[in-house]
């Protein structure tokens, strides 16, 4: 390759926007501060309050770089007093929500064995709680960071929540590969998912940002294997069981059964 | 966030049990074994006999480690010797399941070129190897370390593999993104599944713990994309086809071809 | 494990062919060079025009040390000097088709906000940029690079692109776990793809090796997601949209809409 083509290619890429925007910082906070709250996950964990402090403080410094970080980006600055404290001030939040979703799961599965059997290896366990930190840094209005998070859990686990649905809590999601759950998808409590459920937009535009396009689950529903449901109008009635493989464009009213009919034949 | 509520934090999850499982020796671990076992795999391969055995040695220490960890959290302790003893006795086995396993898929699937190929690139191979290794934990009644396992072969390739599931020799999953075999699955031999497949349960209660949840497939069986078998007392008879997208809840006799029927419509 | 077993191990494992594949090398190369051409995936990218062009000169060793790990394994040696030229000169036609897939995907996606979100976050352009240097190299007639590559993608994304796919620019795939596109497809321009999409084989069988196995898609055509097409002779014509779940095994017209009928009941 010559020096001119590098040279272009040098002047096209590295000049303009402010660049670096620490992603692998941002991958480390989220796993580290998960270590923290869960030390079982974690092959060194603190030994003493001091040591925990320490950790704690040296969690606050990374976010503070992060959002420096952000801030190259952004006209508007944010304020890292003010969005450190509140994300720390938050975390006994966390720890409470995490547990909640690691019980339920150890409650609702035969093939779990203990809490720490869910802790260090369910993978919806480990999306879900990214997706609780992303969703906090996404209702702070910060760019990037939220989405980094999930798209992090979704490479580890092949679990794809967008930052911006609104789940409640419990929240459980057992094996999880590619399950997908849109950004204006609203999840109530004790909801159940397994692998390859797609709670999507009926029809994707550009022109629908800003617009409900994914569906609303209320409570205690429960969604088997690779169940498709779409569209921002559909709501999951309170209850409802929906099979493996159902296709569901519209909403159903609570304590609906919807099985799929086979359609195998020999 | 006030020291109050830190040391409430602490208080609550660095009390009590013993924390560390030291999960990342165990991922490590079952890699450094294959590499061992398949030197393709491994940029730096021993290069004499002495390397291997000191390669052998230093895995045996990681392994006692390992079951030293477990201990702390166990009533029951486990016997370090005798399992390793059992373990290493066991590695030509290992090695000739998983080299069958590599065979057959190079031999079955046109899109391979090599042997290597095969045992470097596969996802398959890779999630199958780490399952014969985690079963081998499984069956010594071993907690956590089973599942640790095969839930990074989950991360790592997208394949769901129970430790418990017993599965013939040899094997093969192609692609393998989303493949789902549960704790109480019986697969028999030369058994061929593609991406997507769902060996699952039909209802999934905790209650239903320790009971055949999943199903058998018997010898010679080739199961394609995205189909999804259900329950404990489903049988696949052998030499059966089973097509993509099949959604199967009862046995099938030996021989069956199952196909789906489209149901699209312009 | 007795010392003659062991022996016999190393004797079967560690003799004949040259067994160091480098595969961490190839991996490494390929994200490399993608931060390279696109700096905001890097915590740490080049300050000055002399560092970039540092850079390059140590990915174009990395290249001939991949090359020469090849050459080991080869009768017919590959030439180094040609092959890096090669590459290396094609490198701002690598940096315009990869941005031309992340301005597809930010100018369709109403959840993406900019143009760095999609090239930090979104595991389609990923997969298809590791996908572009990939079919670069196995259109030169280089063995096991191009397959490790593209499964270093699929274990960070869950899209299994095979690299002998021919695949038009733009190109957009969304959430993307679970997507399969086989050896044979090929895809026109502006096609967009969803999650768990399977262009594949109808049958599977090695005597298939060299033959066309896979679908074709014309240009502007959308796949909608868990859709599978299957077929060499299947052709999806120009400007038509698959639904989701839609199971096609024959070719339909440009500009067709093929829907999915549930089959969901109460």
Redesign the interface.
């Given at each position: 390759?010559n020096?001119d083509?590098?040279?272009?290619?040098?002047e096209?890429?590295?000049r303009g926007e402010n660049?670096?925007?620490?992603?692998?910082?941002m991958e480390c906070f989220a796993d580290s501060l998960l270590k923290l709250?869960?030390?079982?996950?974690?092959?060194?964990?603190?030994n003493s309050?001091e040591e925990?402090?320490q950790n704690?403080n040296h969690l606050d410094n990374d976010l503070r770089e992060i959002l420096s970080c952000l801030n190259k980006?952004l006209t508007c600055q944010l304020d890292l007093d003010e969005i450190s404290?509140k994300f720390?001030?938050n975390?006994?939040q966390f720890?409470r929500e995490m547990t909640l979703d690691a019980e339920y799961i150890l409650?609702?599965?035969?093939?779990a064995?203990?809490l720490?059997?869910v802790i260090?290896?369910?993978?919806g366990f480990y999306a879900t709680s990214i997706y609780r930190l992303a969703h906090f840094f996404f209702k702070e209005g910060l760019?990037?960071f939220p989405?980094?998070l999930t798209?992090y859990a979704?490479?580890?686990?092949?679990i794809?929540i967008?930052p911006?649905a609104e789940i409640g809590c419990p929240f459980y999601i057992?094996?999880g590969?590619?399950v997908?759950i849109?950004?204006t998808a609203k999840i109530g409590k004790r909801v159940k998912l397994?692998?390859?459920v797609?709670l999507?937009?009926s029809t994707?535009?550009?022109?629908?940002?800003d617009?409900k396009?994914h569906p609303t689950i209320e409570d205690d529903v429960v969604i088997y294997?690779?169940a498709?449901i779409?569209g921002g109008k559909t709501i999951v009635g309170a209850g409802s069981v929906i099979?493996?493989?159902?296709?569901?464009?519209e909403s159903?009213a609570s304590n609906?059964?919807?099985?799929?009919?086979?359609?195998?034949?020999?």
């Open positions: 390759m020096r083509q590098l040279q272009k290619l040098y096209l890429k590295y660049i670096s925007l620490c992603r692998g910082l709250l869960f030390p079982a996950m974690c092959d060194q964990s603190a309050f925990f402090e704690i980006q404290k720390f001030g975390l006994n720890e409650n609702e599965d035969p093939a064995r203990s720490n059997e260090i290896c369910y993978p760019p990037l989405r980094i798209e979704h490479r580890r686990t092949g794809d967008h911006g057992d094996h590969t590619g997908v849109g950004e397994y692998q390859g797609t999507g937009a994707v535009a550009k022109t629908l940002v617009k396009r294997s690779n498709t779409l099979g493996g493989n159902v296709w569901l464009v159903v609906s059964k919807i099985f799929y009919k086979s359609t195998g034949e020999s």
